[in-house]
Every structure is written in structure tokens, then in C-alpha cells.
């Protein structure tokens, strides 16, 4: 089975600095997808950032980048010029692809990293 | 387009009742996940449904719990005899289904239960 850890519980950040969330998987499997999800007061979860094992190019999306480490097993969200609305609870999510419904596997989560952006 | 709903957003029950919590994915999305993130904790898958069919629902805690999909939209999560321990928020999520592609969850606000 697979287990997705955040050592993190909660980390806190000046606004405009840059911040790395770190997240540590363990499989056995060699394709498989890795997500950031991000669940501000409202509880909405919300995608923020998702890394296909097979790209060696880390997966960025705005002020949002990963670094993807396949052999280590790591796979860490840096946020730069953090802002307010940042502030969330940060999840780190694993999907397998070996299961019968390829591609529809469930998530697997870590225990999130509670970030809060100080003004 | 509308993302994914879910209702009630709270509910409060008292403990040995039945509840039942609804989900209505995204418009033509065939997958379809219930998961359960109690305090303190991460999110724990629950049990999915392709279609109006449910391949995976290893993660039913008990058999208090059941879901069904009609129509390959509208889900509806039941817990039967309700515990204190059922408390939670109970998160629905859907994805286009299409086997084989990259697959994004999309997931809706959640239901909040606490039981009394």
C-alpha cells in the first residue's frame, strides 16, 4: 500500500517570501501521478499542482513549482512571493496507476501542512 | 461550468440516527469519490463509483456505511446508526472517468456531520 507523509504539521511565512512544503511518498509502482491540493477555511479543496512520475521536468504553475525527486521518493511545493491567500491547508496527494481502473485510482493523502502567510 | 455540489453543508445528529449526504458531481463526469478528513487528519478515500457502479469500496469503514449512484450523477452517502466517531467532514469528488488519461478529482465543499 501506499502512505504519502508531510513531516510539517504547520509552517508560517513573511508575505512576499518563499516557502517549501515537503511531502515523502512510498511505492513500489513506477508510474503514478502526484498532486498538491490546497484547502483554505472554506473547505474546498482546490488543485494546485500535479507532477506525472515519467516527466523529469519539474511541473510549475505560476508562483507554484515542485521538486520532484522520483529516486528519493520526494516530491516538495515551493510557493514563492507568498501571499495572504495562501494561508490554507496544504495537502500532498499520490494516485497509482496499476489498479483495473486505470487511471480512476483513489488518492492517497498525507496529513496536510497548515500554512499561514503573515502580512 | 458548475463545479462539484454537495448538501447539506452541516448537519448535526443525534447519535443512533440515520443520515444521508448527497453529492452531484460535474455535468458528464463518470467517476465519482466519497472520502472522509476528520479532525486532524488527512483525507480517507471511502469508496468510488464509475458509472452507477462501484469498483472500489475498500474503504467503507463499516457496514453502517453504504452509497449508491442512480443515473450516473446524483450519489447519496448513507450512514446507518450514527457513532460519535462518524463525525467528520465528508468530501465528494468527481473526474471525467476516461481510463487510461491523466485523471484530475475535483472535489466539492464537503459536508460537515457531527454527531451528538
Known amino acids: ?119 | 461550468g458548475a463545479g462539484v455540489s454537495q448538501s447539506p453543508s452541516n448537519k448535526v445528529t443525534e447519535k443512533g440516527k440515520d443520515v444521508e449526504l448527497r453529492c452531484d458531481p460535474i455535468s458528464g463526469h463518470t467517476a465519482l469519490y466519497w472520502y472522509r478528513q476528520s479532525l486532524g487528519q488527512g483525507l480517507e478515500f471511502l469508496i468510488y463509483f464509475q458509472g452507477n457502479s462501484a469498483p472500489d469500496k475498500s474503504g467503507l469503514p463499516s457496514d453502517r456505511f453504504s452509497a449508491e449512484r442512480t443515473g450516473g450523477s446524483v450519489s447519496t452517502l448513507t450512514i446507518q446508526r450514527t457513532q460519535q466517531e462518524d463525525s467528520a467532514v465528508y468530501l465528494c469528488a468527481s473526474s471525467s472517468g476516461l481510463a487510461g488519461r491523466q485523471e484530475t478529482q475535483y472535489f466539492g465543499p464537503g459536508t460537515r456531520l457531527l454527531v451528538l
Open chain 1, 1 to 119: 500500500a501506499q502512505t504519502v507523509t508531510q513531516s510539517q504539521p504547520e509552517m508560517s511565512v513573511q508575505d512576499a517570501e518563499t516557502v517549501t512544503l515537503s511531502c515523502t511518498y512510498d511505492t513500489s509502482e513506477n508510474n503514478y501521478y502526484l498532486f498538491w491540493y490546497k484547502q483554505p477555511p472554506s473547505r474546498q479543496m482546490i488543485l494546485v499542482i500535479r507532477q506525472e512520475a515519467y516527466k523529469q521536468q519539474n511541473a510549475t504553475e505560476n508562483r507554484f513549482s515542485v521538486n520532484f525527486q522520483k529516486a528519493a521518493k520526494s516530491f516538495s511545493l515551493k510557493i514563492s512571493d507568498s501571499q495572504l491567500g495562501d494561508t490554507a491547508m496544504y495537502f500532498c496527494a499520490f494516485k497509482g496507476l496499476r489498479g483495473s481502473n486505470f487511471g480512476n485510482e483513489k488518492l492517497t493523502f498525507g496529513t496536510g501542512t497548515r500554512l499561514t502567510i503573515i502580512p
